[in-house]
Structures are given as structure tokens and as C-alpha cells.
């Protein structure tokens, strides 16, 4: 058996390049199982990034081992823990370990006898058939209130009981459900829960365009009724929006007119146009009259501004928000 690793790290009181190597090879290998976090770094980063945090406890371990083999299985275990709470950290981690905390202490859920499923206490542990699509609309048809906390806290997911009605709805049809099926569920459906990077890429099949390009259809009695209704359903949202989000909205979603009038940085701005957009999506819903509804919230916010003409005097093409 080789003792190459252990060898240096006695000699050289910390860890040489052999020990380097077997690390490279260990996170290039377990990096595999982290499809969130190996395109954020290269490996060297993320083997100088666990160096640094692990240090000396980690060499004096090394140093102890019998063995090139004992070295890397150890380094293994190490690192896999440490990636672990590395992509917890992560917005899509950081989601499914809140998605587990709740169904956790919630006496409604149970575990499956399949790792990481779960399914409502009392039903049965099996699946049934249902498409992602239909499990998005059911999703989509419950109502959970998103609060964004001030001062950057996390945002807080629905009032009392309003999330595990979402869940209860989704595994009453599916039967059981893997955790990562969950948090993209909710991902979809609550884009502004992950951090501003991940929320365009969660949005990026929103058709932004057929929004943009709402336009007034024939007045015939059916369209005077829907366009009543999604001006009603606009005008209970409109409270629910902030001053900075109103202003973002009146500017058109322009980064650098919104960094001017709110005294922030253009890099804020954007990354605020691109929240609102996803949280524009989360208040209006996923039902096929979600874009008029985001139309008409738009022009609420429009002719809500004092001197701003009209929104019937505007095209909706000239906004970037939605």
C-alpha cells in the first residue's frame, strides 16, 4: 500500500502534492452528485475552498491514516459533508431543506418507504398517474401568499397552513412525491424563493413577449366581462406591491432610470427588476389569464402615478418589467 500522502504530510507538516492530487480526483468525482454547485467553481476553487475551511484538523487526520486508500475515503466522507452544506447554501438547496423542515414536523406527511419520497399520513405509499404539467396547475390553483422580509431576510412562504394545502393537493394526486420534485414545483411556482440568478433561469421559458403585446380585444359583452374581472383581480394585488416596485414598474423596468430614482447601484437595479418580475408571476398566478391580469396591474400602477399619462395613451411594448 502507498503511504506517498501521508509520508509528505509528515515531513512537510501539511499536506504535499500528492495529497492534492487524491483531492482533485475526490471533487472532481463527488462533484458529479452536485449538479448545483460544480458549474460555480473550478475544482481547484472548491479544493483550496475546503482546505482553507478544514485546515489543520484535516492534515492532523491525514497524517494519522495508514494509507494512501485510507486518506482518500476519509477525504471522501469529508468533502461529501462538506458539499452537502455548500449546496444547502445554494438558492435550489436552501428551498428543498426548507420543503423538507416542513413536511418534517408536519404530522399530515410521512416519509416513503422510497428514499427522499413522501405522501400524506393514511394514504398509501405508492404512485399514481399524473404529468409534471398537471401537478404545476394544481399547484398554481392554491393560493400561498409569498412576504418578502425586510432588510434581506429569507422570504416567507404563505400564511399558516397555506403550504401544506399546496402539498396535501400535490400528493393527493401523485400519491408520492421525491423531494427534488417538490422544490421544483415550488421553484416555478415561487421564483423569487431562489436568488436572482436562479429566478431568470426559472423563468426563462415565461413567454415575456405575449405579455408585453397584450392588447384591448373586440368589446363584446365576454371580453367587457373577463377585462372587468382581471381589473378586479389587479386592483386587490396592487396594495401588495412596494413603492420601490411601483417606481420600478413606472420606469418601465430601465436599470439605470431606477438606480437614478431610488439612489442604488445599476447592478441592484437589475437584479430588482429581474425579483419583480418573478414575483409579478407569483401574484398574478399560473392561469391562462395571467398575462391580461399582469396588463392590467401594469396600468394600475400607471395611472396611479401623478404625471404619467394614461396607460390607454401607452403601449405596453414600451415596458421591460413584465
Known sequence: MSTEIRDEARSLGTLGLAALEMMRGVFTTQLRRFPTLRDTETIDDFVNSFFE???????????????????????????????????????WGALRNRLEKRLERDGQFKPSSAAHYWYLAGDQDIDRLVTGSELDAIAAQIEVEVFPQSGGGPVRLGRPGQLEEMLRALLTAAGRLHISELTRICADRFPSLLETGDAILSTTDTDWDAIEDTTPALDTFAVTDSKARNERIAKELLPRLTESERTAIRLGGEATAIAKELGIGRTSAYNMVQRLRARLIELAGSSDRSPEVLAALVRLVMDDSPGVPSQDNMNMEDSNVV
Do not use: C, F, H, S
Request: charged fraction near 35%.
Open 53 to 91: 475551511e478544514k485546515g489543520a484538523g484535516y492534515v492532523n487526520v491525514i497524517a494519522t491514516l495508514p494509507d494512501d486508500r485510507a486518506a482518500r475515503q476519509t477525504t471522501v466522507k469529508w468533502a461529501e459533508r462538506w458539499l452537502i452544506d455548500r449546496a444547502r447554501k445554494q438558492p
